[in-house]
């Protein structure tokens, strides 16, 4: 089993360096750390009072890696979910944030779980996914990345100035749904027969 580090530093790599796309809400962004949670989290890394763009370029994946640590898997309590979901869940939570339980709380619905979907974990959600996790210890994280993929079309769906993060310029399986795919076996991705299939109605 990874352990968080190790996880960590391979969401760093995913994520890659510097960008500042104007399609991307988050903004500038650095190893996948946000201006935005860079302000939130008072990381004014040259002093001078003001979290800039320049600040966002200064991060180094060290610091990155260990704001994802902290603020990313310690905080939102995914430590306390199965093993198995730990990669999984704390990629998307760096990816989506909140949104990343959200779209666990709403599996843990559909599989029968009466829990209310807040987009936070707490002692029932918690449980939830503990017992989910018994019942199907095969499948559960297949469950998860498939849900995940799921979102990541549905934001596709309503916004198109997101469908190049879903789908790439010669028509491929984008960097979202490559990356959901990363969590989930093999036998449930996506053919390109059927990638196709999904996106047709997109422009």
């Known amino acids: 089993m990874q352990t968080v580090r190790e996880i960590a530093s391979e969401i760093v790599a995913r994520e890659g360096g510097f960008v500042n796309d104007p399609d991307d809400p988050g903004g500038a962004t650095n190893f996948g750390v946000t201006i935005h949670t860079m302000r939130t989290l008072g990381i004014d890394l040259d002093r001078d009072g003001v979290i800039t763009v320049a600040d966002v370029r200064a991060l180094s994946k060290e610091q990155a890696i260990e704001v994802f640590e902290k603020h990313y898997f310690e905080k939102p309590l995914i430590a306390l979910l199965p093993p198995a979901l730990h990669a999984t869940v704390f990629d ?3 990816n989506a944030g909140s949104n990343a339980i959200k779209i666990l709380q709403r599996l843990l619905r559909d599989m029968g779980h009466d829990i209310v979907v807040d987009g936070a974990l707490g002692p029932q959600s918690i449980a939830a996914t503990q017992a989910a996790y018994v019942e199907a210890p095969e ?6 990345g498939i849900a995940r993929r799921n979102y990541y079309f549905r934001i596709a769906d309503r916004r198109a100035a997101s469908r190049k993060y879903a789908r790439t310029r010669k028509g491929g399986k984008g960097g979202w749904i490559k990356r959901a795919e990363e969590f989930i076996s093999s036998r449930y991705h996506l053919t390109e027969q059927q990638f196709q ?3 047709a109605a997109w422009v």
């Open 197 to 199: 299939q999904r996106v």
């Open 139 to 144: 499948h559960l994280a297949d469950a998860y």
């Open 92 to 94: 998307m939570y760096v």
